[in-house]
């Protein structure tokens, strides 16, 4: 079979969910058995969303190979079995830069370098750089919004590319809204007809419509919109509002997308099999039990902020088939209203990866609260530091901190391990060479090998894996033997025994801290070990108070 493409873009207005949709294309064409890819393609200049404030763009996802990128990478890899690399996002900075470089090397022989074809060209190339020899199908996401002028280019190579690999292999899919008004107590399609009409004199006509709503379309509304819209009216889809975003393959299926997507693919593929996506869908909406987490961080006004980290809860109630209600606290506001008052009614406590010495002490208060009252604690990245820095102040007697937060510390128990970065491999340099990255940071997955018998071995399963990680600063050996004589456990190291990866602390219910993001390794259908096991003690102590 021919590899097929489809691209997904978006109309009307940002936000509407081109990220979920693509995702849930692809998990429904996963259970017709069909192996897919998904790409996204951001209009912004910067390289990538490495360097970009949170409250800008979301949550920055990693990948295996140590690229920053997008957060809709984060759905592409919770809705599919895809595990996705550098060449699953590109940003037209990216695009441009790479146009650049070719025209200072004498690539073009002395052409005029133009958007067309030198750039939609190269757009044209980083689609095909994901369409690799397994996979059947690949989805790509367009960002932005059709009338964008930033999109132009990308909407012009995908044009283009429907004539490269010809018509029968290439699906379009346009994302718009049918608002409903209720002063006039109607859905009106004016808004999804303005933007097909705009798609279309950029020469594209999408040949499927998914039409978010707050409520399912009439045939009406549907003959309505496929009639100006050029389309028949099967060709039109409700894409409503849902409970939970797991429960958009079977709407999609419910709504005979599956059978579109195949019948316009000239494909023959049997029924979606979505009976794993229902056991989900059932868990989240009716649980059997409850636990409340509170996420200590400093992002939380964005909750996009913490994308995978809040859906790694998720997963991990899904695993014990709970609820988990989740407590937003800012760190600042521990520093100025004491944890007590903050901390007092949750059944464990999260402190998140994040950068810069804003809102730490809020988050050492967190960390000290669940260690001395036995609240199971989990620190993602900079909040294994900060159970680190916690620990050695009140209870090692340290003048204790991160060279991050303060250079001049007298105790630096997290530093940064310039000697290690720079002499002791050239992964890390060649890592970010190549992935245009800069700085010292550890970025993509790395080996870990776990202690026998520790906490985080007996919910892995296992003694040796690999996790994502995005930092610069590391656990101090000097202090290491201080610590572990004084409770601490390493549980968790790199291969050669030089790098701390997990910490936990004895003769307390639950209390691990990882260097590693495992967040951005966890699915609704396989959540993560640690997601999972960090839940099953929140509940487990919750019972345990009314013992």
Known sequence: MDKKFIFVTGGVLSGLGKGIAAAAIGALLEAKGLRVTLQKLDPYLNIDPGTLSPFEHGEVYVTDDGCETDLDLGHYERFTHVCTSVDNNYTTGRIYNNVITKERRGDYLGNTVQ?????TDEIKEAVKSAAKDQYDVVIVEIGGTVGDIESLPFLEAIRRFRYDVGRENVLYVHLTLVPYIKAAGELKSKPTQ??????????IQPDILLCRSEMPLSQDVKRKIAMHCNLDDYAVVAAIDVDTVYEVPIWFRSEGLDRQIEKKLHLNLPQADLRVWE????????????????????????KDAYKSL?????????????RVVVQWVDSEEIEKKGVENLLAEVDGILVPGGFGNRGIEGKIMAARYAREKKIPYFGICLGMQIAVIEFSRNVCGLSANSEEFDPEAKDKVIYLMENWYNHRTGMIEQRNKDS????????GAYPCVLKEGSRAMAAYGTRELSERHRHRYEFNNLYRDLLVSQGIEITGLSPDGQLVEIIEIKDHPWFLGCQFHPEFKSKPIEPHPLFRAFIEASIKEKRSLFK
């Open 115 to 119: 958007v067309v074809p030198h750039i």
């Open 194 to 203: 303005h933007s097909v009409k705009e798609l279309r004199e950029i020469g």
């Open 279 to 302: 056991d989900v869908v059932r868990k989240i909406k009716m649980p059997r039990q409850e636990t409340v987490i509170a996420i200590v961080g400093k992002y939380i006004g964005l």
């Open 310 to 322: 809040s859906e790694a809860l998720l997963h991990g109630g899904i695993a014990n088939d709970a």
């Open 436 to 443: 245009q990255m800069g700085g010292t940071m550890r970025l």
